[in-house]
């Protein structure tokens, strides 16, 4: 209970933002992407994600000056949830999107699939 009110108490700051990565034309599965542009951190709150096979797992990227920046790594758990606290949000140049890709286990420097989760950020 101490950790979901923690959790809770971080995206109320005063200036965190929320955005949503969403599939393609599908309402399902998704991500909520809690930017606390203070901290230069975020939280990621994922939502009927589907399983990954083996060997493979979920990659965060931040979209930098159109280019992908690699960030955490994550498999879902029961229900299809994931919630990831106190990631680095890059700094300088200009923050446009968020993707997730699926990845092979550790992660990659650069994406080896295609989005299946994407969303528009902006710096207010």
């Not at 939502?47 to 990659?59: A, D, I, M, T």
């Not at 930098?64 to 790594?73: E, H, L, W, Y």
Request: proline share 11%; glycine share 12%; aromatic share 6%.
């Amino acid at each position: 209970v101490a950790e979901r009110e923690a959790t809770l108490n971080s995206i109320l700051e005063p200036g965190v933002k929320l955005y949503q990565l969403s599939a393609s034309g599908d309402p399902d599965p998704g991500v909520q992407l809690f930017w606390d542009q203070r901290r230069k951190t975020a939280i990621i709150n994922g939502y009927r994600l589907k399983p990954v096979p083996n060997g493979q797992e979920y990659q965060l990227w931040f979209i930098k000056d159109g280019k992908p920046v690699p960030s955490v790594t994550f498999k879902p758990g029961p229900g299809g949830r994931a919630t990831i606290e106190r990631i680095p949000v890059p700094e300088g140049g200009v923050l446009s999107a968020a993707a997730v890709t699926v990845e092979p286990a550790g992660g990659s420097q650069q994406p080896t699939s295609t989005p299946v989760l994407v969303g528009a950020l902006q710096k207010s």
